[in-house]
């Protein structure tokens, strides 16, 4: 097994990996403090983020039977988890997220043949319980629907690279990202009476694990939507109301993303990494890489590394 650990200033990244990776962690504590703890000088203070997805490691449980003392949010973005409120199992699919509380009995397993991809946030304060409520987040919520939005991920992302760096008025702008993450769940909340049938949510979800599972295959929307009895243009106005991204820009994001990953967390070079998310073209790949992203893949990595 070749074992890969990134350890700098207050985060730890592990990716480890055979032939292909077991699991892949990602996290951030604010002031390495990897304990929970409760601050009461701030109305809402960002704790910790990061990110766990799960390949072929087998199990990945948690069971805190005295919860924590500071609230958490979780948000499944691909396979699902197993989760257990007052005893009874919950099966949570991606594009839902779920918020813990203080001192509530925190019991979850993730498991590899979900193929489970979630990030998670922990944050504390003198005022979050009202905080929460101005949002729509009621005191009774356990599991908000959200779909799968990239925009979602793009949050946590940037809430944990920011943890990561430590640069100037970070914690201020650790809880804008919150506050932002607030913002969409309340719209998504308030929509919520209005909701498409289930029957759709599992159509838009069926779509979103196939692009995450085949995002590096050639994929023809045309033909997947022919193959599940769709309409081309039925399913692609309502992938995008679901996702607030086309289907192809979705895939694509998934590639930048994905690549984004690889050249901070592997010494692949571009052209691996090109092959790995999709494109046999290095230099159509670089080109798409830097009108996504506004770097190459090569500047993209060196400023990580400044950045360090």
Not at 118 to 132: D, E, P, Q, S
Not at 210 to 234: C, G, L, Q, V
Request: proline share 3%.
């Amino acid at each position: 097994m070749i074992q890969f650990i990134y350890i700098f200033h207050n985060f730890k990244q592990t990716h480890f990996a055979k032939g292909g990776s077991t699991m892949y962690i990602d996290s951030a504590y604010w002031h390495n403090k990897v304990l929970d703890f409760k601050d009461k000088r701030h109305p809402v203070l960002v704790c910790s983020c990061g990110t766990y997805h799960l390949r072929t490691k087998p199990k990945l449980p948690t069971n805190r039977p005295r919860g924590r003392i500071d609230y958490q949010i979780l948000y499944i973005a691909s396979g699902k988890a197993h989760f257990y409120f007052n005893g009874v199992e919950e099966i949570v699919s991606a594009g839902n997220m779920v918020i813990y509380r203080p001192k509530e009995e925190q019991r979850y397993y993730y498991y590899g043949t979900d193929q489970t991809e979630v990030y998670w946030v922990h944050f504390t304060g003198n005022n979050v319980k009202n905080i929460l409520r101005k949002y729509g987040i009621r005191d009774d919520i356990r599991v908000i629907h959200t779909g799968t939005s990239l925009e979602y991920k793009n949050i946590f992302l940037e809430m944990i690279r920011e943890m990561k760096l430590c640069k100037e008025d970070y914690e201020e702008l650790l809880v804008n990202y919150l506050l932002h993450l607030f913002i969409m769940l309340h719209r998504t909340i308030n929509q919520q009476p209005r909701s498409k049938s289930h029957l759709l949510m599992a159509e838009m979800d069926s779509a979103v694990r196939y692009f995450h599972e085949n995002y590096n295959k050639p994929i023809s929307i045309e033909e997947y939507a022919t193959e599940h009895h769709m309409s081309i243009s039925w399913f692609i106005r309502n992938f995008k109301e679901y996702t607030n991204s086309t289907p192809a820009h979705y895939i694509l994001s998934l590639r930048i993303s994905n690549a984004q990953s690889l050249l901070e967390t592997t010494n692949y070079n571009v052209t691996e990494i090109s092959e790995i998310v999709g494109y046999d073209n290095a230099l159509y790949f670089s080109r798409i890489f830097k009108k996504q992203s506004g770097f190459s893949p090569s500047e993209f990595r060196k400023q990580l590394r400044q950045d360090c």
